[in-house]
């Protein structure tokens, strides 16, 4: 199984386990192949991620994925640091880690964790098209956000703390 961890950062020689977000657990997080598309966009960016799983209905994957396979959707803000900030993608062993998180294919380890190789991606726009994913750039996150929250699709929201307000 392929792991990764993306990063605006180019020198990691060591991921050492840390605790986040008040856990008491000290953790090296790592995303598997499938969900890599959700991390190749600049760390703080907010985004709404979905794809279709077993349980989505044939109403929900026509009005939300269309054609697409999945979908990234970010807000129209930050679409220029997407197109400006190189992401190291650095590929993890998966000796150590376990799932912590199947849908968002989240992975753990508590040990330190010494990356085998690390790429350098210019281009984060064409890395996600490239997966076969759409990416979406929107005014507002907000509307698609609980849409997506409501339907019967995988999701994952991330650094929803940085979105901008609702709309009006």
Partial sequence: MALFHVSQEPNIEVFEPRRIDGSDDALVWAVDDARLRNYLVPRECPRVTFFAGPHTSVVDRERFLGSSV??????????????????????????????????????????AVKPVSVECIRDPVSAILQRGVELRILPNLWSLRNAVMGSTLEFSIIRWRNAAPPCA
């Fill in 70 to 111: 999945a979908v990234v959707a970010i807000e129209a803000a930050w679409f220029p640091d997407l197109q400006s900030s190189p992401l190291f993608c650095y590929h993890l062993p998966d000796d150590d880690f376990v799932s912590y998180d199947e849908t968002a294919g989240y992975f753990v380890s508590r040990t």
